[in-house]
């Protein structure tokens, strides 16, 4: 038991609450992306003062990038005393939407009962809070330590990432021999480790079809009628044939333990907004559908693919006129991370330490920026460890725990040290 880092985090319980407190602060909200670049400022500023290097690079070109919603990121980096190893915590910084229901101001930064409120106070400023006492502590106990320790606030997490650990990722923010270790605070609870998330594929299907006057539709031909019958044939083939798909994969919640797939959206013929109040008088020559399938390490893409693509060529032989396109959106692998991973086993220790049994090992239904540093930077050490109950994130009252970031602020803190100084307890 390493007493003098303990203390030195419990030493930090007020700051970590009124970091939080700030961090909320900034309506860093996505979309538009409100108040990136003052939040990262000072994220920076906060990082300066405990000794690191901070740059700040904008997502530029990026989707949703412009004057007005600059796509701004901060990474920080402190050097050790000797070469070695480096670990980076990264966070996003953006939020979504406070939408409606709240009981206290969404942006204020309340503190109550043990607990900060505020939208992103869960997902994710108390883990990016956590994370910066931890190393604080860390860095104030061991002034000589080995390697070196990066900070990032990233931007856009909560659209795809792409203004953000992509963009650092492509310039190498996210390789070997500039980081080995990484650990993302999302809100996986204290006691968790995140080893990776299921696959996704967005696409988007449109059937075709003729324009004719509504009264008299056998001149044309109906394309809302053909996305009948595609919906129907998901419903009869593809929805049962992905319930039968389990995983081995540690999935939470259970039920996405297997295959699952989405109807996002269907629009047909002429929308409201084309012509407002008046009824459509149309036989609609369009009709688009969005799927979002996520899926499983046993699954291939391609596999994935080919369900929906053989029951539309199917239907194209079958079904008089049905015509159709797709046209994908999103492509994203599993990805899992080995539970021996050094990553892994320092954070595991951690756990044992601080709340005495052995972590839970889980893999996130949805994605987030562990993709990206897989598939982009090919640096597979990486999880996500944080404070925060996941189902709170996005909802009313979002709340973190002040227990809940110290203690996790504990475990990053013996991750740490086990990562870089090779400290076994
Ligand atoms: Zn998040």
């Known amino acids: 038991m390493n007493e003098s880092l303990l203390r030195a985090v419990e030493d930090r ?10 961090l909320i602060r900034f309506p860093t909200v996505n979309p538009p992306g409100e108040a990136y670049t003052p939040c990262a400022e000072f994220i920076g500023a906060y990082l300066r003062r405990l000794g690191f290097q ?29 070469p070695g190893a480096t670990v980076h915590f990264n966070s996003h910084i953006d939020v979504v939407e406070e939408g409606h229901g709240w009981t206290v101001d969404p942006f204020a930064g309340v503190v109550k009962d043990g607990k900060v409120y505020g939208r992103g106070a869960c997902d994710m400023k ?42 650092l990722a492509k310039q190498g923010f996210f390789s070997k021999p500039r980081v080995d270790h990484v650990i993302i605070p999302e809100p996986l609870n204290k006691d968790r480790i995140c080893l990776g998330h299921r696959g996704v594929w967005w696409a988007e299907i449109e059937t075709k079809g003729e324009i004719a006057h509504g009264s008299m539709p056998f001149l044309g031909d109906c394309a809302v009628r053909h996305m009948g019958a595609v919906m129907h044939a998901f419903e009869e083939e593809l929805f049962p044939l992905l319930d039968s798909k389990q995983t081995e994969m540690p999935v939470v919640p259970e039920g996405a333990r297997r295959s699952t797939m989405n109807i996002n959206s269907v629009h047909g013929g002429q929308t409201e907004d084309y012509r407002p109040g008046l009824p459509s008088p149309n036989v609609p020559d369009s009709c688009r559908m969005t799927i979002d ?24 032989r079958d079904r008089d006129k049905f015509r159709y396109d797709i046209r994908d959106v999103m492509e994203v692998l599993p990805t899992m991370t080995e539970r021996n991973a050094p990553v892994v086993t320092a954070i595991a220790e951690g756990i044992r330490e601080i709340f005495g049994r052995e ?19 090919h640096l597979h050490d990486c999880i996500a460890y944080g404070p925060g109950i996941l189902d709170l994130a996005h909802r009313p009252d979002e709340w973190v725990g002040i227990d809940d970031m110290v203690e996790s602020a504990k475990v990053m803190a013996i991750g740490m040290d086990a990562l870089l100084r090779g400290a076994r307890t």
Do not use: C, M, W
Request: net charge negative; charged share 25%; glycine share 12%.
């Open 13 to 22: 319980r007020e700051a970590v609450v009124t970091l939080t407190q700030d």
């Open 54 to 82: 901070t740059q700040l690079i904008r997502g530029e070109g990026a989707p949703g990038d412009t004057d007005r919603f600059p796509r701004t990121n901060i990474v920080a980096r402190r050097e050790g005393r000797s």
């Open 126 to 167: 108390g883990g990016l809070a956590a994370s910066i006492i931890a190393v604080d502590a860390f860095i104030a106990v061991y002034p000589d330590f080995p390697g070196a320790i990066e900070i990032s606030g990233t931007v856009d997490e909560e659209s795809g990432g792409f203004g953000g650990v992509a963009h």
């Open 293 to 316: 399938r996520r899926f499983l390490l046993e699954e291939s893409l391609d596999e994935v693919k080919s369900e929906v693509v053989s029951i539309l060529d199917r239907l194209t």
């Open 359 to 377: 972590p839970d090992y889980v893999i996130s239904p949805g994605t987030y920026d562990q993709k990206h540093v897989a598939r982009i930077g």
